[in-house]
Structure formats: structure tokens, C-alpha cells
């Protein structure tokens, strides 16, 4: 068992070492979501009751857009230099190492956000109370996004021709996600019904997770 967690520890210290010399992606990834958002305010003009109205949604939406922006690197670096077949005659199953990587991806690349959400909000003029409720939802959400995005990466394993349509899928999927994100902010009256929704939502992709990625990973290292 301890041999087991020293696996783990050491699997994690790699994925920081590996993040902590790409940090210029993840700061690409935060510089593109501020962009957009001043992108958007001069767009939208100087009105801020019509920006305060509509940050929410636009927040979401280029969380979804930003975090699409690593898909790429979720599996396919990992399958190329042979880590993940070695990560498996370790002892870990492909079901295991999905997780691993999902939990390693919401780490590194969503909780970045998480921490910048709110600088986001007093530049699009959201309240405290809608701030505090938006890092409530993306906090759960983002986990999700975490999983679909393990779910569509593994899936473009198998698919060497075309990587947007990861993308595609985790912006499909994510769909409801947002749709109940953006209802807890705007109806909080309904605040806890909407939290315990994007909760199941969580459960029910965070288990389908990996059995789907596992298979893909399976299927895509035995064809390889």
C-alpha cells in the first residue's frame, strides 16, 4: 500500500515538474481569458448595467474556450513518449490513470482560473454575492470539464487527424453544465436545487470517466 501511494506522490511530483516547465501554456491560457474578456467590454460598450447583465455567461463561456486550449496535452504527450504503457506495467489501471490525469488537469489547469475568477469579476462588474456563487459553480463545474476533457482527449488518441473534435465534444457536453452554472448566479433563490444538480452531474461524469477514457487509452495503445 505504501509502495502504491509512493507511485501516486511520484506521479504527481512529474506532473508538476512537467507544468512547472510549461508554465508559459498555462499563462497563455490566462492572458487569452483576459483578453477576451476586454475584447468583449469594449464590444459590449460602457453601458455596465448591460455588462454586469451578461458577465456571467460571457465568464463561463471563456472559461470553456480557455480550458479547451490544453485538450491537446491531456494524453497525447504522455502516448507518444510511451509514459502512459509504463504508467500502466507500474500498476496502474488505465480506469486509475484517467483519474490521475483528471485530477492532475483540474490542479494545474483549472484551479488557475479558479484563483483569477476574481480579478474577472470586478472587471465585469459582478456583485460579491454572485462572485462568491460563481466560484461555488466553477469549482464543481470545472471538475466536470476536467473529466469531459479526459473523456474527449483520450478519445483523439485514436484519432490523429483531427484534434478539434475533442473540442467539439467537450463543448457539447458541457452545455448543461454552464446552463445550471449561470442559473445558480442568476437564480439564487433556487440556489441549493441548482448546486445539488451540477453536483449529480459531477458524480455521473466523474464515473463514466474511467471506464470511457480507460477503454480509449486501452484501445489506442494496443493499436498503436
Not at 22 to 45: A, E, K, M, W
Not at 177 to 194: C, D, R
Request: glycine share 6%; charged share 10%.
Amino acid at each position: 500500500m505504501i509502495k502504491y501511494l509512493n507511485k501516486i506522490i511520484f506521479f504527481y511530483y512529474r506532473e508538476y515538474k512537467l507544468n512547472l516547465s510549461g508554465f508559459h501554456d498555462i499563462l497563455t491560457n490566462i492572458i487569452f481569458f483576459f483578453v477576451s474578456i476586454f475584447i468583449f467590454i469594449f464590444s459590449i460598450g460602457p453601458d455596465k448595467e448591460t455588462i454586469s447583465l451578461v458577465g456571467v455567461g460571457i465568464i463561463w463561456t471563456l472559461l470553456l474556450l480557455s480550458s479547451t486550449l490544453s485538450l491537446k496535452k491531456f494524453y497525447q504527450e504522455d502516448f507518444e513518449n510511451g509514459n502512459l504503457l509504463i504508467m500502466h506495467l507500474n500498476g496502474f489501471s488505465f480506469g486509475f490513470i484517467a483519474i490521475l490525469k483528471t485530477f492532475s488537469h483540474f490542479v494545474f489547469v483549472q484551479l488557475p482560473f479558479l484563483i483569477s475568477l476574481p480579478i474577472a469579476c470586478i472587471l465585469i462588474n459582478i456583485e460579491n454575492d454572485q462572485a462568491i456563487h460563481l466560484l461555488i459553480s466553477f469549482s464543481i463545474g470545472s471538475l466536470v470539464l476536467s473529466c469531459l476533457g479526459s473523456i474527449s482527449s483520450s478519445m483523439n488518441l485514436m484519432n490523429q487527424r483531427n484534434f478539434l473534435l475533442g473540442s467539439v465534444i467537450v463543448m457539447i457536453f458541457s452545455v448543461p453544465v454552464i446552463i445550471f452554472s449561470v442559473g445558480v448566479i442568476n437564480f439564487q433563490e433556487n440556489f441549493n436545487s441548482l448546486i445539488n444538480i451540477l453536483i449529480g452531474i459531477l458524480l455521473i461524469v466523474f464515473t463514466i470517466n474511467p471506464w470511457a477514457s480507460g477503454l480509449c487509452i486501452k484501445l489506442s495503445l494496443e493499436n498503436n
